[in-house]
């Protein structure tokens, strides 16, 4: 153990693997970055189920962060358990905790055994897609409120919002999965069935032909009546709204083939199509169900609810209440612990607030309140327990109302794609080719009118068009998933290339959400003086201190003496004999400076100005490289609700064209948002925060950039992973290649359709080889699809 | 020719087969977790027979709700 102190390496903790930077603690000859993580290995350790570390390595997360004893306390209350618990009798209860900390196989492991750690639990289920653990305990040994806090107490800790309160869990709907495995057994079946027809038939075994025949009808039945309903159906809706979408020209060409065909088997004149319809319907549900396949761990619909706890604490005559957030009423006394959310706008009526706004405005430094200060909904408490006075319900707080308010756009999905405008040029086009066969065939030969008409119908049909379209989709939606950029639905495909203005938000987006780099400019310091500034800023627990101790690094055993903290300007004390301050450029030097740099901390020793640690945002890396590149080919805008203190370096890399807005209110984002629609543009914004949501949904696509995909990302058109942003300009471009992909296939198709028909009316292409083409005509374009959109993905190097 | 007839039976019962037991893979939920069942396997075997209850008692659960 020795050993390991001394070495230079910094130890990694064996519960979570971070480095133990901090403190190490040394217990069963391992190393612990935290007393969370050793906690964590205790419960194991004593239960005998060690096992979890040998399956991964560190598979914990850090447990730095501690969970507050009583937080769960509201689970005992029955009527929020009630809306939580998914099944329950006398037995037993079954629940379902949404941890997001689940990420490996240890995890999956540990959360399966739980029945090993608390008899009262009776099974556990994992769902590692949906991060998901379904519990089903005794409440006659344990209870929800055990339970939750037995997920905690591993490192699992539950994540339980406002919106679990009375929410139907939305299953995923099945139904184009199953209409696909039905039209697939239909159409091997019948493909299978009419090769005696194409190969010809003896004459003496005509009987064998109809049962064929027959055979064919009846399997056809399942396609025409169940599985092609996804096509009646999308085509109806469309055309109650006034609108030709491409479904309704495929369901008149389905129609068609149907009717023919079952007009030749009963009349006895031929043999059907029935293999081409069924083909078809399969092909192109295949396409649809690939397109819509969706990332069932995200949620593009999030509202304030999902951030929201469920319940707070509420003090009712000097005692403490747990009340669920629907019930908060004006007038109420609410108890803010640390870390918590506020619920409601109201009046700080005990204790002093450092409320962390980041999430909700983007400013970047949490804000100090005293007592009697108005705090606003949708801010962290991140000090000591402070308590509130309501004096806004929780859906009429200022924040909530924003986020609620709808914006105002004219988003009609699945109806505004291309495709369906080509579709309608295409069936305006084919109907008066029908007409016109009909006419001719009428004073030429009435007797084959009928079935050249439908013989044009059917040949027409833009099926072709569809699925080039949806499997171009699936793959592109595909290859950008692997890339971590996850789109809503297809149509954000097209909306990603159709985007003529760039808007960023800064906060989280551009930077990472804190002040990172710190430099300290001004006279040389000693060691000493270093180290007293340190012992000083240790306490304090403004951020900005926080980080100036970091950088003194070791400053134990300095004795300060008369240390007073001014809220909002700075601190001083005695340290080493020597009267030390650190705060703003006014606290430190009397002088009202120009700028109202938050970001700047000044800092004197005995009176005497030495200086100032000046914090900046962080970029993201490979970020000003993006956003010169995207310079060059878009207008771009940078709207942030931090203040100006980067305006300088962000006009040196957008160009002089570029909109910068700064100390920008949630509705403000929204209102320039929608500034910019009105001058023509089509606007994409990519913001992290709530206070980005508004503009989120205004936008005419929205990107959420998200930490990573467990994170909480407000309603948006796509999410992003915050590190995949450098690669934007690459996923716009894969994107306008989209549209390439599937006209190219479309017109491919149209050239066989038109080949296939000159051989058909000069009577050369025989049944069979027709009925192979088709199929693999298909199978081609499917292929042209694929082909062409791996191309473009290489090419624009996405993996 | 009646062989033919019962080939045919033969071949499309199985393909039916083939079909309600995709119908209720799907039904069971098999597409939902693809990760999950893949780890599970992995287990060793004491992990394995606590699984093995852990899946007895939800269909137990699963019995009793319906």
Same mark, same amino acid.
């Given at each position: ?41 205790? +419960? ?58 689940? %990420? ?7 959360? @399966?055994?739980?029945?090993?750690? @608390? ?284 986020? !609620? ?69 699936? !793959? +592109? ?6 890339? %971590? ?8 495909? @097209? ?35 270093? %180290? ?9 627990? %403004? ?36 009267? +030390? ?35 900046? !945002? ?113 996923? +716009? ?67 | ?66």
């Amino acid at each position: 153990m020795q050993k390991f102190t001394t070495s230079p390496v910094t130890p990694k903790c064996f519960h979570c693997g971070e480095d133990c930077n901090e403190e190490v603690l040394h217990a069963y000859d391992k190393d612990f970055c935290c007393g969370g993580c050793q906690m964590v290995f205790e +419960i194991l350790n004593r239960n005998g189920m060690c096992d979890y570390y040998s399956i991964s390595t560190n598979p914990g997360t850090s447990r730095k962060i501690k969970v507050r004893e009583d937080k769960f306390s509201f689970l005992d209350d029955a009527k929020i358990c009630s809306s939580l618990v998914v099944f329950s009798n006398d037995s037993q209860t079954h629940i379902s905790f949404y941890t997001p900390q689940m %990420h490996c196989s240890s995890c999956l492991w540990l959360l @399966e055994n739980l029945h090993r750690l @608390e008899p009262g639990v009776i099974s556990s289920k994992v769902n590692f897609i949906k991060k998901e653990v379904d519990i089903v305990f005794d409440q006659r040994v344990t209870s929800l409120r055990k339970v939750a806090e037995l997920l905690t107490s591993i490192g699992y800790e539950p994540y339980i919002s406002f919106s679990d309160l009375g929410a139907k869990k939305t299953t995923v709907d099945v139904s184009k999965i199953y209409k696909l495995g039905v039209a697939g057994f239909c159409f091997a079946n019948i493909m299978l069935m009419s090769f005696p027809e194409y190969l010809g038939i003896d004459s003496k075994e005509a009987n064998l032909l109809y049962l064929f025949r027959y055979a064919n009808l009846f399997l056809s039945l399942p396609v025409f009546f169940y599985s092609a309903s996804e096509f009646y159906t999308s085509a109806w809706k469309s055309l109650k709204h006034r609108f030709l979408n491409i479904d309704a020209p495929i369901v008149v060409a389905v129609w068609v083939t149907f009717a023919r065909s079952v007009y030749e088997i009963l009349s006895g004149t031929g043999g059907g199509y029935f293999d081409s319809m069924s083909g078809i319907v399969f092909f192109m549900l295949a396409g649809r169900v690939l397109q819509e396949k969706t990332y069932r761990q995200l949620s593009f619909e999030r509202d304030y609810t999902a951030y929201f706890p469920i319940a707070v604490t509420k003090i009712n005559n000097e005692q403490p209440q747990t009340v669920a957030l629907p019930d908060i009423q004006l007038n109420d006394t609410l108890l803010i612990h640390n870390e918590e959310l506020i619920p409601a706008d109201g009046i700080i009526t005990r204790g002093k607030a450092l409320i962390d706004y980041s999430f909700v405005t983007g400013e970047s430094l949490p804000v100090m309140k005293e007592m009697g200060e108005i705090v606003y909904a949708g801010g962290k408490q991140t000090g000591a327990n402070i308590e509130i006075l309501v004096i806004k319900e929780v859906a009429q707080s200022y924040l909530t109302k924003l986020w !609620n308010r709808k914006a105002e756009t004219n988003k009609h999905d699945e109806e505004r794609s291309f495709v369906h405008l080509l579709s309608r040029y295409f069936t305006i086009i084919l109907f008066s080719i029908a007409a016109f066969t009909a006419t001719w065939w009428f004073f030429t030969n009435a007797s084959l009118m009928w079935n050249a008409v439908t013989a044009v119908l059917i040949v027409a049909c833009p099926c072709a068009l569809l699925l080039s379209n949806t499997f171009t989709n699936a !793959n +592109i939606l595909r290859r950008l998933g692997r890339n %971590h950029l996850y789109l809503r639905n297809a149509q954000v495909i @097209e909306d990603l290339a159709a985007a003529d203005c760039i808007v960023f938000d800064k906060t989280g987006t551009l930077t990472t959400g804190r002040y990172q780099d710190m430099v300290y400019e001004g006279e040389p310091l000693s060691i000493h003086q270093k %180290h007293a500034i340190g012992a000083l800023a240790a306490q304090s627990n %403004h951020p900005l201190s926080k980080a100036i101790a970091a950088w003194a690094g070791n400053t134990n055993g300095q004795m300060i003496s008369g240390f007073t903290e001014t809220p909002g300007k700075g601190i001083e004390g005695i340290v080493a004999g020597d009267l +030390i301050a650190l705060g703003s450029a006014f606290f430190i030097t009397q002088k009202r400076t120009a700028g109202n740099d938050t970001s700047v901390v000044f800092v004197s020793i005995e009176e005497k100005v030495y200086g100032h640690f000046k914090f900046q !945002n962080h970029y993201r890396d490979a970020i000003p490289e993006l956003l010169q590149r995207l310079a060059k080919q878009y207008p771009l805008a940078v709207i942030s609700g931090d203040n100006a203190g980067e305006q300088k370096y962000l006009r040196q890399l957008l160009g002089y064209e570029a909109i910068l807005l700064f100390n920008q209110q949630p509705a403000d984002k929204l209102e320039a948002i929608r500034h910019l629609q009105a001058q023509g543009k089509k606007v994409m914004m990519i913001g992290d925060g709530l206070n980005d949501a508004g503009a989120l949904q205004q936008a005419d696509i929205g990107i959420a950039i998200s930490e990573n995909n467990n994170n909480f990302t407000p309603a948006s058109d796509a999410i992003l992973a915050a590190s995949q942003l450098p690669k934007l300009d690459r996923f +716009i471009q894969l994107s306008k290649a989209n549209k390439k992909v599937v006209l190219a296939a479309f017109v491919i198709s149209v050239l066989y359709n038109l080949v296939g028909i000159t051989f058909a009316v000069q009577g050369v292409l025989s049944p069979m080889i027709a009925a192979i083409l088709m199929p693999c005509s298909s199978i081609s374009i499917l292929f042209i699809t694929y082909g062409m959109s791996n191309y473009f993905g290489h090419r624009f190097r996405l993996k | 020719m009646s062989v033919i007839i019962i080939l045919l039976i033969a071949s499309i019962s199985v393909a039916a087969l083939f079909l309600a037991a995709f119908i209720w893979s799907v039904k069971n939920g098999q597409y939902e977790d693809e990760v999950a069942p893949a780890v599970r396997i992995l287990f060793d075997d004491a992990t394995l027979v606590s699984a093995q209850k852990t899946n007895l008692s939800t269909e137990d659960t699963g019995g009793q709700k319906k």
